[in-house]
Nanobody, 120 residues
Framework: QVLLTESGGGLVQAGGSLRLSCVAS????????MGWYRQAPGKQRELVAI???????NYADSVKGRFTISTDNAKNTVYLQMNSLEPEDTAVFYC??????????????WGQGTQVTVSS
């Protein structure tokens, strides 16, 4: 069983920065993709950023130029550096991982979520 543990959320003023971290733990053989989604109140969960094992990235248009996703493969950790935060970024951010365990491939794994609140 894989466990995704997020940290780094909190309250910040508009224009500020936060860095989210997510560590994947368990009997992991390899990680195909890790990323971040978010869900604002009354809205559907949406992709924020994703990174593959080869380093390819994809960002939501709303965060391009402001957010940067990166990984530390040795630590099974994905980061999301968020700069120039806006009140519209307020949401619960969820870590996502598509990975292979010793027991087999598990395509969709989610963390418990971390709250990001941006005040105006």
């Amino acid at each position: 069983q894989v466990l995704l543990t997020e940290s780094g959320g909190g309250l910040v003023q508009a224009g500020g920065s936060l860095r989210l971290s997510c560590v994947a733990s368990g009997n992991i053989r390899s990680i195909n993709t890790m990323g971040w989604y978010r869900q604002a109140p009354g809205k559907q969960r949406e992709l924020v950023a994703i990174i593959t094992s080869s380093g390819s990235t994809n960002y939501a248009d709303s965060v391009k130029g402001r957010f940067t996703i990166s990984t530390d493969n040795a630590k099974n950790t994905v980061y999301l550096q968020m700069n120039s935060l806006e009140p519209e970024d307020t949401a619960v951010f969820y870590c996502y991982a598509d990975l292979v365990m010793t027991s087999g491939w598990i395509p969709a794994n989610w963390g418990q979520g971390t709250q990001v609140t941006v005040s105006s």
